[in-house]
């Protein structure tokens, strides 16, 4: 292979293989696959928005950090008979929002694990009372690898599932738990959540719903570069079987695993460290790969301010949220944190237009 004519594949927009995906991730140069990244980045984007760079703010809120799959990359999660084990009541919830409103944002990303006393009245219950205590309460929540949860347990479609959601109040589907999108790697990290297909399936049948999505990877611990090329084919394809009328997959969103104390790290040993260098090759090799996703947030939360800066002279067009409240990564050793005027200040550093988006990746007047 040449990499000069997988560029040029690239720069038209065209779907590279998963041999050429791992062919441009083990031999491009980082400083050609950043250009190449960059310049896919403006070709996706109107001219006046190539300089801008958006940001969110939100609050990661935990219903509970009860969870019977216990991911063995997880040091969140708890047994519902520990000591420290809890569920988020409603007075909490209120005051965690109100908290949120008052510092100028709209968007919670709810999340928890598999509690097995959370069905689906549960959820539509809680969604429900949430956007009656507050108008305009955006609900970005749960997950694919909770919906197929749900579903086995009510015995349900994943489409009646979501549709429930979606009419109780959930606005946005995130894509957590994705993990690497490749059952050999599931087996080992994750065995007891929902297969790469079921993780995928649950991503369309939002689509079809016309539900936004984003979408995750966690790369760094047993994968290999082929199956981080797999996971992002799987996506692309994903996203090329959504109706017209949905925008879909509305961002890929990267980070590396963090083992401290997990259990991962105690069965095999330690892993070495996702170098910065790693990071933002992972980065625009996404940009590459993904010709059908328009959007590339940088994980500063779990990278850093300079790193995530670098990644958006390298595919990425966004920088996430100043996320008032996060207690997964960080249980595993991530611990970055900006606020709102330090974000507004990084993106400005790194050469870009700081703008303030919503949920569906729209610019906030």
């Not at 004519?5 to 927009?13: G, I, N, P, Q, S």
């Not at 209120?94 to 069905?119: S, T, Y």
């Not at 579903?151 to 009646?160: A, L, N, R, T, V």
Request: with cysteine; charged share 25%; aromatic share 10%.
């Amino acid at each position: 292979m040449k990499l000069t004519e997988l560029y040029t594949k690239a720069l038209d927009l065209e779907p590279l293989t998963i041999d050429e995906g791992e062919y441009l991730y083990q031999n491009a140069p980082l400083a050609e696959l950043s250009y190449v990244a960059n310049q896919i980045k403006n070709m996706m984007r109107s001219q006046e928005d190539r300089n801008k760079v958006g940001w969110i703010i939100d609050r990661n809120i935990n219903l509970s950090n009860i969870c019977s799959t216990r991911c063995k990359f997880c040091n969140f999660s708890r047994p519902s008979n520990s000591d420290d084990a809890y569920v988020t009541t409603m007075d909490e919830y209120r005051k965690k929002i109100g908290e949120l409103f008052a510092a100028g944002g709209r968007q919670v990303l709810l999340q928890g694990g598999m509690h097995k006393k959370f069905g689906l009245e549960f959820y539509c219950d809680l969604f429900s009372e949430l956007k009656r205590s507050f108008p305009g309460l955006i609900l970005h929540a749960l997950g694919p690898a909770e919906v197929a949860f749900v579903s086995k347990m009510e015995k349900m479609s994943y489409f009646d599932v979501l549709k429930r959601l979606h009419d109780s109040g959930l606005d946005s589907l995130p894509g957590a738990g994705a993990e690497i999108l490749v059952d050999r790697v599931r087996k080992i990290v994750s065995p007891a959540k929902c297969t790469a297909a079921e993780w995928l399936e649950v991503m369309h049948q939002a689509h079809v719903l016309n539900l936004p999505t984003s979408a995750t990877m966690m790369f760094g611990h047993v994968e290999t570069v082929r199956e981080r090329i797999e996971h992002l084919v799987a996506l692309r394809e994903t996203q090329s079987r959504k109706p017209d009328y949905s925008q879909g997959v509305i961002t890929f969103i990267p980070w590396p695993f963090y083992g401290d104390g997990t259990r991962l790290e105690k069965e095999l040993g330690p892993f070495a460290k996702v170098s910065s260098d790693e990071y933002v090759r992972l980065i625009a090799v996404s940009r590459l790969m993904l010709n059908n996703i328009r959007n590339i947030q940088a994980s500063w939360l779990t990278v850093g301010k300079a790193i995530g800066q670098v990644c958006l002279h390298s595919g990425a067009n966004d920088f996430g949220s100043i996320m008032m409240e996060e207690h997964v990564v960080s249980a595993a050793g991530a611990n970055y944190s900006l606020d709102k005027n330090e974000m507004v200040v990084a993106i400005r550093e790194a050469g870009f237009e700081p703008c303030r988006r919503n949920s569906r990746y729209e610019w906030e007047r």
